[in-house]
């Protein structure tokens, strides 16, 4: 059986973290949580994540700040960021970029079978 991969969902509103996790666990994802910026760059300081899902508007302190605070071989622990944004929001995902992040999604524009098939394909899975 393969080694299922494991997925840091890092955002602050509680509808969409559970709509991420529950499609993620449900395809057989092992799913952590962070629902602030603080608590996020505790864990991707420790690393061990395949993809992380970062918001970017965060609590305590926004998902570019936690970019920013990584070195390089922590951002390398993390395996593939991807920014998540809401519309309009074009120059925070290009600093996004600039730190590090290897992908955006538009938080609302996706529905839930979009939303795993385009985290298979930051996975390398389709």
Do not use: H, W
């Not at 970017?56 to 991807?82: F, T, W, Y």
């Amino acid at each position: 059986m393969a080694v299922s991969k494991k997925i840091l969902i890092v955002e602050d509103d509680k509808m969409m973290r559970d709509l991420y996790s529950d499609i993620l666990t449900g395809a057989g994802y092992e799913v952590e949580l962070a629902e602030d910026g603080l608590v996020a760059e505790k864990m991707m300081k420790k690393g061990g994540y395949d993809l992380v899902l970062l918001d970017i508007m965060l609590p305590d302190r926004d998902g570019l700040q936690v970019l920013e605070s990584l070195n390089v071989k922590q951002r390398k622990a993390c395996g593939k960021v991807v920014v998540l944004t809401n519309l309009g929001q074009d120059t925070l995902v290009k600093n996004g970029f600039e730190l590090g992040a290897d992908g955006y999604l538009f938080k609302y524009a996706l529905n839930p079978d979009q939303i795993l098939e385009e985290m298979k394909g930051f996975l390398g899975e389709k």
